[in-house]
């Protein structure tokens, strides 16, 4: 299995954090739905459920989304970016 560190600031202080990605095919590093999994487990150690109901769409399509099985579209990725605590900036560099 293939581990990751997500390196991540709230406020002032920066924090680092060691995620699994099972899924892991790729051979350039992360995927933006390992990021986005790992920021959510990392962070809060929030529930799919739970993200899913602050985001504003269903459990399935967050799953989807962290599995790279869809890519969300703009307005989405915006929301997510907000409550996730990164920027679309930062997502952009999964993409």
């Avoid at 924090?15 to 899924?23: F, L, S």
Wanted: with cysteine; aromatic share 10%.
């Amino acid at each position: 299995m293939t581990q990751f560190i997500i390196a991540y600031n709230v406020g002032d202080a920066e924090y680092t954090c060691k995620v699994d990605a099972p899924n892991h095919q790729g051979v350039f590093g992360m995927t933006l739905g390992e990021y986005l999994r790992g920021l959510r487990l990392c962070q809060n150690e929030m529930s799919l459920d739970k993200m899913a109901e602050k985001i504003g769409c269903s459990k399935s399509y967050l799953w989807d989304v962290e599995n790279d099985k869809v890519m969300p579209t703009l307005a989405k990725a915006a929301v997510m970016a907000r409550h996730y605590k990164t920027s679309l900036n930062q997502m952009g560099r999964y993409l």
